[in-house]
Antibody, heavy 117, light 110 residues
Framework: QVQLQESGPGLVKPSETLSLTCTVS????????WSWIRQPPGKGLEWIAY???????NYNPSLKSRVTISVDTSKNQFSLDLRSVTAADTAVYYC???????????WGQGTLVTVSS | QSALTQPPSVSGSPGQSVTISCTGR?????????VSWYQQPPGTAPKLMIY???HRPSGVPDRFSGSKSGNTASLTISGLQAEDEADYYC??????????FGGGTKLTVL
């Protein structure tokens, strides 16, 4: 059973870069799409970006100018960088595995990132 | 990309059925059969309940069913149980190769 675990700072200052890593364990097949999804407190889910194991990526158009997603298959990790953050980026950030047929079948527990000075 | 449209809340009594709608556009819900539904109790990560419009993952009760007509997908929960109380989100793949979620629906079991 695959497990995903987010890690990174829980507090980021405005205008700085939010950086998170997702570590994947327990899976035997590394060829999947991997996504970041966030949820502001009390609000709905927002898809941020995905990366394929080969390195191909795609981004939410509303965030594309500030986001980079990357993968390190040797460490079974993928990462998110979100630049120039504001309070509106405060959210629980989830990493998730996307099955090619089109759904997120495994999720991390989520990590709360607060943007505040 | 605009979020898919869901009713903010629905409710039903134990044993009843409820349906949650999810309306998108011809570029997302209407474009592919890649609509999925997620259940999220408070303070927990979302859990996949339905994928590819109407398929249930192993372990999801058959009380949960999905369908789609045109640009609108639906999740029906029959034989409501107290444990079904949660937020529910639909999600669709888009013609731009991105993903879009609905705004979420809070299900209250009366």
């Amino acid at each position: 059973q695959v497990q995903l675990q987010e890690s990174g700072p829980g507090l980021v200052k405005p205008s700085e870069t939010l950086s998170l890593t997702c570590t994947v364990s327990g899976g035997s097949n590394p060829i999947y799409y991997w996504s970041w999804i966030r949820q502001p407190p009390g609000k709905g889910l927002e898809w941020i970006a995905y990366i394929y194991s080969t390195g191909s990526t795609n981004y939410n158009p509303s965030l594309k100018s500030r986001v980079t997603i990357s993968v390190d298959t040797s460490k079974n990790q993928f990462s998110l960088d979100l630049r120039s953050v504001t309070a509106a980026d405060t959210a629980v950030y989830y990493c998730a595995r996307e099955v090619a047929s089109g759904h997120f079948d495994s999720w991390g527990q989520g990590t709360l990132v607060t943007v505040s000075s | 990309q605009s979020a898919l449209t869901q009713p903010p809340s629905v409710s039903g009594s134990p044993g009843q059925s409820v349906t949650i709608s999810c309306t998108g556009r011809s570029s997302d819900v209407g474009f592919y059969d890649r609509v999925s539904w997620y259940q999220q109790p408070p303070g927990t990560a979302p859990k996949l309940m339905i994928y590819e419009v109407a398929h249930r993952p192993s372990g999801v009760p058959d009380r949960f069913s999905g369908s789609k007509s045109g640009n609108t997908a639906s999740l029906t929960i029959s034989g409501l149980q107290a444990e079904d109380e949660a937020d529910y989100y639909c999600c669709s793949y888009t013609s731009s190769r991105t993903w879009v979620f609905g705004g979420g629906t809070k299900l209250t079991v009366l």
